[in-house]
Antibody, heavy 118, light 112 residues
Framework: EVQLVESGGNLVQPGGSLRLSCAGS????????MSWVRQAPGKGLEWVAN????????YYVGSVKGRFTISRDNGKNSLYLQMNSLRADDTAVYYC???????????WGQGTLVTVSS | DVVMTQSPLSLPVTLGQPASISCSSS???????????LIWFHQRPGQSPRRLIY???IRDSGVPDRFSGSGSGTDFTLKISRVEAEDVGVYYC?????????FGGGTKVEIK
């Protein structure tokens, strides 16, 4: 069974940093693109970033470019999101997601809450 | 970025009746490969989203056949042939033809 477990969400002050982690199990982690998607409280979904199987390609939504970095450690079956220069509008539940057999976001974790506030 | 627009915003439905959600994109979602990459998700209250359909019309494993997707170019539709109580929640379309991937604003389905 595919499992994705996010961690690292917390309350952080504006301008601060946070690193999210996602542990994958039940599948060959190194075989899939992985993504981060976020959802602000009471709002819709926003795709944030994704990374190729070997980490050689990364893509970001414009609002996080230069501030967030997606990475992965296939030896540890883990996905990461380093978030710097955090702003109030980064407050959201952050979901980790794996490609399906085809195309993205076929499997999702339960999410981790990031709150940016003073 | 490609803008995805869903309608309606809210959809009250009667159990056992059909329902239809529309999704349009600001530009054609036909990829250079000739494929069209449009996904539908369902999110129940308090839960993570679940992918229902990808590449416009292909149902994910375990998705009931009362769900169907159709469309081409810039206009797409998700249909539920007979709504069941478990179908309540918010439905999102998302294009995965171009980076950054972009979602529609969501359609909330509730039982009348």
């Amino acid at each position: 069974e595919v499992q994705l477990v996010e961690s690292g969400g917390n309350l952080v002050q504006p301008g601060g940093s946070l690193r999210l982690s996602c542990a994958g199990s039940g599948f060959t982690f190194s075989s899939y693109w992985m993504s981060w998607v976020r959802q602000a409280p009471g709002k819709g979904l926003e795709w944030v970033a994704n990374i190729k199987q070997d980490g050689s390609e990364e893509y970001y939504v414009g609002s996080v470019k230069g501030r967030f970095t997606i990475s992965r450690d296939n030896g540890k079956n883990s996905l990461y999101l380093q978030m710097n220069s955090l702003r109030a509008d980064d407050t959201a539940v952050y979901y980790c997601a794996r490609d399906g057999v085809e195309r993205p976001l076929g499997y999702w974790g339960q999410g981790t809450l990031v709150t940016v506030s003073s | 970025d490609v803008v995805m627009t869903q309608s309606p915003l809210s959809l009250p439905v009667t159990l056992g009746q059909p329902a239809s959600i529309s999704c349009s994109s600001s530009q054609s979602l036909v990829h250079s490969t000739g494929n069209t990459y449009l996904i539908w998700f369902h999110q129940r209250p308090g839960q993570s989203p679940r992918r229902l359909i990808y590449k416009v019309s292909i149902r994910d494993s375990g998705v009931p056949d009362r769900f169907s997707g159709s469309g081409s170019g810039t206009d797409f539709t998700l249909k539920i042939s007979r709504v069941e109580a478990e179908d309540v929640g918010v439905y999102y379309c998302m294009q995965d033809t171009y980076w950054p991937f972009t979602f529609g604003g969501g359609t909330k389905v509730e039982i009348k």
